[in-house]
């Protein structure tokens, strides 16, 4: 089993920054990728940004492409998510993501998500 705990959201002023984190125990050898997503009020849950397990792979979702930074400390367990320049429009439910591996099984895990308001 991976449990995911995110940290780090609150209120910004627009052009503001937060970091997110996402602290992950329990089986940690098996996790593979990890990302962030995120759900707006009346909206499908979007992916933000995803990294590779060593960190190789990166992609962004174009609406925060140039504004954020996913980093991964694998001796932490923890991924981050570096955001600047925020926008009103980035107000949502963060959720950590994890994409794991075990005993010839592969499974999506989720944190509970962590709040991030925008204002303007």
């Known amino acids: 089993q991976v449990q995911l705990v995110e940290s780090g959201g609150g209120l910004v002023q627009a052009g503001g920054s937060l970091r997110l984190s996402c602290a992950a125990s329990?089986?940690?050898?098996?996790?593979?990728?990890m990302g962030w997503y995120r759900q707006a009020p009346g909206k499908e849950r979007e992916l933000v940004a995803i990294i590779s397990r060593e960190g190789t792979i990166i992609s962004y979702a174009d609406s925060v492409k140039g504004r954020s930074t996913i980093s991964r400390d694998n001796a932490k367990n923890t991924v981050y998510l570096q955001m600047n320049s925020l926008k009103p429009e980035d107000t949502a439910v963060y959720y950590c993501?994890?994409?794991?591996?075990?005993?010839?099984?592969?499974?999506?895990?989720w944190g509970p998500g962590t709040q991030v308001t925008v204002s303007s």
């Open positions: 329990g089986n940690i050898f098996s996790i593979n990728a």
């Open positions: 993501y994890a994409f794991v591996t075990s005993r010839g099984t592969s499974y999506d895990v």
